[in-house]
């Protein structure tokens, strides 16, 4: 079984346009996170939440805006998408302050 | 604010060669992990070092935690084909006296010539 899932594994849309990124981790982790990885692999914390409570948020547009159901489950919703939004966007969950597991990556083009 | 700086960006080595990226914080850390990241791929933890001074071994690679608990550093030894990708260096800071969150380096890109 996977551990840390992610859909969809690539997103292709247009500009102006609202999108979802869907997170699930089967681990009992109680913490999750959002990271943007540009096209020069730098990793830009985006979200974090710990028991379905938000514990960090980055300086992120306000169209991002991440929910998070139950601690299982992680998602990202864009809207209004631009050019810059051009990333691979990945989930992550751990115990706090431990190792983080990663998802595969959502590869989102903006055209 | 805190931030972990991370040198070289860019690694191109021949096989066989040794590499080594180094990892700076600014402060303080509770503890440094280190990922791997193959070309296409998600990051992957490899370790993590909690002790001040402490050097762990995996195969040929060595990881250094410094003194000041400020700097690490990842040594490969005799590198291979296999090694190729981003090593990423990710500290955990305090805020105030609890702990913060994870701060990534930027990442060392490492290419090994056959």
């Known amino acids: 079984d996977t551990a840390v899932s992610q859909t969809p594994k690539y997103l292709v849309t247009q500009m102006g346009n609202d999108k979802s990124i869907k997170c699930e981790q089967n681990?009992?982790?109680?913490?999750m996170y959002w990271y943007k990885q540009d096209s020069k692999k730098f990793l830009k914390i985006m979200f974090s939440?710990?028991?379905?409570?938000?514990?960090i948020n980055e300086t992120v547009p306000n169209r991002f805006s991440p929910k998070s159901p139950d601690k299982a489950h992680l998602n990202l919703h864009i809207n209004s998408l631009e050019l810059g939004d051009s990333a691979v966007y990945f989930c992550?969950?751990?115990?706090?302050?431990?190792?983080?597991?990663f998802g595969p990556g959502t590869r989102l083009t903006v055209t | 604010g805190q931030q972990v700086m991370q040198i070289p960006q860019y690694q191109h080595v021949q096989e066989g060669e040794d590499f080594t990226t180094y990892c700076n914080s600014s402060?303080?850390?509770?503890?440094i992990q280190w990922y791997k990241q193959r070309p296409g791929g998600h990051p992957v933890f490899l370790i993590q070092?909690?002790?001040?001074?402490e050097v762990k071994k995996q195969k040929r690679l060595t990881f250094q935690f410094g003194e000041a608990k400020k700097n690490s550093s990842l040594h490969i030894t005799a590198t291979q084909t296999t090694d190729v990708g981003t090593y990423f260096c990710a500290g955990w800071g305090y805020r105030g006296s609890t702990l913060g969150r994870l701060y990534f380096g930027r990442g060392t890109q490492l290419t090994v010539w056959p």
């Open positions: 681990l009992g982790h109680d913490t």
């Open positions: 939440y710990n028991n379905k409570e938000l514990i």
């Open positions: 992550a969950s751990s115990p706090h302050s431990y190792e983080q597991y």
């Open positions: 070092l909690v002790k001040s001074g």
């Open positions: 402060t303080t850390l509770s503890n």
